[in-house]
């Protein structure tokens, strides 16, 4: 496919790494250099909120070699958004979306959204809400692994029984949930043997040490506990020098401390080496230097896993916990090794759930504690973490299977291509649609409708409009008051239509409503609330026929 098939929806947060740095954001960055790369001369068209995002974005395409047409259109541009057929959102698609799409005609275009961690309570809700209106059956979420669509499509299953059993409802959307991991910008990371021997050299690596890194989020509560990372390897450097390199973020010097303290006392023999995650050139290098990746997590808000598939882009054979997505990517005894995963029975979590449902538990306590009542197999672990370390001929040819794999399967482009055939296909569902005309958004209507009795009157088209003595003038002084102008906007009340209407009004200072706004070319929602402004402050008078 030569060109994409859908649009961007694009707020910075969801595609830099600047601010923060989790695996959202890592695949967002990793996505726009994606659609770059897999599509460098097309047509992209971004949703934005304004033209500053709007001009970022863009900046973030060209940045990363783009050199084909931007279009960009707001969040209300939908005529825009028809044109590209179906709108790619960073996350599970939100009703407020979908029902503004509706409101302009359901079947104008698809919502493409895509799944990250899925165990706070928002995204529960959101996963909750694709059962019912205003989604669509031409929407889809993208799960990133069998994980999340078991979780998914489990949950799904059980809110439209909840809504059967509590009302009787009978009939309930159903949004196409396909498997689609995430990408890699797999070059990246492509290992180079120069560049290995320089990375050694400049981090103090030995030729006897064995350098095992782990990438992501430093927090011990929210992404992995490495407590049970350091026990084994202490075992492993009683057999070989090793060192551990963690490469990432601290939340705050009270995570860090805790870190070292577990360091000195559960791996004593080993050297351990922290790297800024935010300093991109010293985090390649750690890349570089590395002779395995390791991952053991054990915590319910990671979904897929980016980082092993980073690592197996960068050549590394990867030692993972049997988790999540890292069962999808991590081939146990081919790309590394899986290091089987235990938790507790059904039952044993309700009080951690409804704890964090009823605020008295913070959503990192939750996930926290769910962590730490999960086990990684310590034997396992320690045996892996060893054959890798003692043996070089297999990390090599681990090493070798994993970049291979990366590369065929990973890589962003191949992604990318799979997104513009879910988008045909949800284009092929959405043409089949029949009668679909503009849907109401009760609790989010207009407000001149929802709240019509609050007033004594409503505006007619048939009244009439007097122009008032020196309005022109006045007008002039009334629009430097703060108080007054506050509320104008280039799109929903420009200062200029105040003016075309006393402009028209001073060729017939008399004239019904729809005359004056046919004849200023406003016969729009913008012209009437212009009207109304100049009414307000006693500029025009208008009087029932």
């Not at 969040?75 to 409101?103: D, I």
């Not at 050299?201 to 890194?213: M, N």
């Not at 005309?437 to 409009?465: I, M």
């Not at 004239?511 to 406003?522: D, I, K, P, T």
């Amino acid at each position: 496919m030569r060109q994409n098939n859908f649009a961007i929806f694009f707020v910075d947060d969801a595609y830099s790494t600047a601010k923060k740095i989790m695996g959202r954001q890592c695949a967002g960055k990793a996505f726009m250099r994606g659609v770059a790369r897999t599509w460098p001369s097309g047509v992209v068209h971004g949703v934005v909120p304004d033209a500053g995002t709007a001009a970022r974005m863009e900046r973030q395409l060209r940045g990363d070699g783009f050199t084909g047409e931007f279009r960009w259109h707001d969040f209300l541009g939908w005529r825009g958004v028809e044109s590209a057929g179906t709108l790619y959102y960073p996350a599970p698609p939100t009703r407020e979306l979908a029902a503004a799409r509706n409101l302009w005609r359901p079947d104008a275009f698809s919502f493409m959204g895509v799944t990250h961690t899925l165990s706070s309570a928002g995204a529960m809700d959101q996963l909750a809400d694709l059962v019912l209106p205003p989604f669509k059956p031409w929407d889809a979420l993208i799960c990133t692994s069998r994980a999340a669509h078991t979780l998914v499509s489990t949950l799904q299953t059980e809110v439209r029984e909840w809504w059967r059993a509590q009302t009787g409802a009978s009939r309930f959307v159903q949004v196409e949930l396909p498997v689609i991991p995430l990408g890699v910008d797999a070059p990246s990371f492509t290992p180079h043997p120069a560049l290995r021997a320089s990375a050694r050299q400049a981090f103090g690596f030995r030729a006897e040490e064995c350098v095992f890194l782990f990438a992501g989020r430093l927090s011990f509560h929210a992404k992995a506990n490495q407590a049970p990372l350091y026990q084994a390897l202490e075992k492993v450097a009683r057999q070989v020098p090793v060192v551990c390199v963690e490469a990432g973020v601290f939340p705050n010097d009270s995570v860090r401390q805790a870190y070292l303290a577990a360091q000195k006392l559960l791996a004593p023999s080993v050297r351990f080496l922290v790297v800024d995650g935010q300093d991109e050139p010293r985090y390649r290098q750690a890349w570089q230097g590395a002779d395995v990746f390791v991952s053991v997590s054990d915590n319910i808000q990671e979904t897929f896993g980016l980082t092993p598939v980073e690592a197996m882009a960068a050549g590394l054979p990867v030692v993972v916990s049997d988790w999540n997505g890292y069962k999808d990517t991590v081939r146990d005894g081919v790309d590394g090794f899986r290091v089987p995963t235990i938790q507790p029975p059904a039952g044993v979590g309700v009080d951690l759930a409804v704890r964090h449902a009823l605020g008295m538990d913070t959503y990192d306590y939750y996930i926290g504690r769910a962590s730490m009542a999960t086990v990684a197999d310590p034997t396992a672990l320690a045996r892996a973490l060893s054959t890798l370390a003692l043996d070089g001929d297999k990390r090599r040819t681990m090493g070798a299977a994993a970049l291979k794999r990366a590369r065929e399967e990973y890589d962003w482009p191949f992604i990318l291509h799979r997104y513009a055939v879910l988008a045909t296909e949800l284009g092929r569902i959405r043409a089949e649609a029949v009668d679909c005309k503009g849907e109401p958004w009760p609790t989010r209507a207009d407000p001149f409708a929802r709240f019509a009795h609050f007033s004594s009157q409503t505006l007619s088209g048939n009244w009439f409009v007097t122009l008032l003595p020196d309005a022109g003038a006045r007008l002039r002084d009334l629009m430097e008051l703060s108080m007054l102008s506050y509320a104008f906007d280039a799109t929903l009340l420009p200062k200029e239509s105040l003016m075309v209407l006393l402009a028209e009004l001073e060729k017939k200072p008399s004239q019904r409503v729809n005359e004056l706004l046919g004849a200023a070319g406003m016969a729009t929602s913008v012209g009437v609330r212009a009207l109304q402004w100049l009414w307000k402050f006693d500029l025009v008078r208008l009087r029932p026929v």
